[in-house]
């Protein structure tokens, strides 16, 4: 099967590695060339645009930071779309608004929506949760280049569904890593020692996998090379809280303005625990 990738960031990376290692054929383009270059070694093909990468595609996974970044790469010039449908299924894995992945069924036949749960090793290990909206005869085309990344591949609906159910998964993510940052920086305040409140939140029940891996983070208090930007968790938020028509959601709206206070202290491009920062501040 040929399948393109179009974004090589960490998590397109990943999968194009992935997938290339499971005998796919596998061409990609990335808005900074240079920083895919390394993938060729791993029998990436890499191509100068969008369109030249998905042309004769089976499949074609878009997996940009945004819905501008998106949008650009889809329609702009040399974009995946920019002179018609593609024969292929296009697969969204950009975590965008559900109406951008609705809309995408207007200028292309196939097209479904993926949140993915996991990061980029867990793309490059085929351990990433794939959950997918749109109809099942776009799915079933589309398997062959979805399975080699999962450990789990399920149909949750109609297309848009995928990106409503990976909204609701990062916020419960932002509103965990916070609330143990909280824990920490109260008990600092009260004199416990950080370290051995870290390690009673993670050894507890009440600690969920997401904030044992990020405990690491807060433990050393060291937030660079991410795995999961802190602007991209608050621009999730947001979103999520844009999808909640008129239903109230006051966790949810404290860890997006706390994020949002995050990002304008400049912790934007670190990992998404480095909102242990601007906690208290």
Known sequence: MRTAMIGLGLMGAGMATRLAAAGHTVTGWNRTAERAAPLA????????TPRAAARG????????????????????????LSEGPVPGVLVCTSTVAPAEAEALAAAT??????????????????????????????LDRARPALEPLAQQLQLVG?????????LLMNLLMGIEVQAMAEAA???A?????????????????????????????LGADSYTDPDFRLRLMAKDLG???????????PLTA????????????????????????????
């Open 41 to 48: 070694e791993a029998g990436v093909r890499l191509q100068a």
């Open 254 to 281: 404290a860890a997006h303005e706390a994020h949002q206070r995050a990002v304008e202290l400049g912790l934007g491009d670190q990992d998404c625990a480095a909102i242990s920062r601007a906690v208290g501040r």
């Open 57 to 80: 595609a089976d499949v074609v996974i878009v997996s940009l930071a945004d819905a501008a970044a998106q949008h650009g790469a889809l329609f702009g010039a040399g974009g995946v």
């Open 109 to 138: 036949d196939a097209v479904l929506d993926v949140g993915l749960l996991g990061n980029h090793q867990h793309a490059r290990d085929g351990q990433l949760r794939l959950y997918v909206g749109g109809d099942a005869a776009a």
């Open 158 to 166: 109609p297309l848009g569904s995928g990106m409503r159910l990976k």
């Open 189 to 217: 305040r009260l004199g416990l020692d950080r370290q051995a409140v870290l390690q009673a939140i993670t050894v507890s029940g009440f600690a969920s996998p997401v904030m044992r891996f990020k405990s690491r983070r």
């Open 185 to 187: 920086a109260l008990g």
């Open 239 to 249: 979103l999520a809280m844009a999808e909640s028509d008129g239903l109230s959601l």
